[in-house]
Nanobody, 124 residues
């Protein structure tokens, strides 16, 4: 059974940093892209970032480009999202996902497995 578990969320002041982790279990996803989405209550889930199976290709939403960095550790079957210079508008539930593609996914239907989410709250 595939399971994705996010961790690292919490409360942080504006301008601060958080590092989210996503540990995958149940199978190995070293060749498949992984990504992060976020969703506020009552809003559509939006793409944040994705990283290719080999880790060499990364995509970001314009709203986080230059502030967030996605990475992965293939030996640990884990993906990370380093979030710096956090803003109020980054407050959301953040979801980790594994794609059925190897490179370049950006939409929800390009991701097959999802975690339960972790809350990130940025206070000003």
């Amino acid at each position: 059974q595939v399971q994705l578990v996010e961790s690292g969320g919490g409360l942080v002041q504006a301008g601060g940093s958080l590092r989210l982790s996503c540990a995958a279990s149940g199978r190995t996803f070293t060749t498949y892209a992984m990504g992060w989405f976020r969703q506020a209550r009552g809003k559509v889930r939006e793409f944040v970032a994705s990283i290719s199976g080999g880790g060499g290709n990364r995509n970001y939403a314009d709203s986080v480009k230059g502030r967030f960095t996605i990475s992965r550790d293939l030996t640990k079957n884990t993906a990370y999202l380093q979030m710096n210079s956090l803003k109020d508008e980054d407050t959301d539930v953040y979801y980790c996902a594994v794609s059925q593609l190897h490179i370049g996914p950006r939409t929800q239907d390009e991701f097959r497995y999802w975690g339960q989410g972790t809350q990130v709250t940025v206070s000003s």
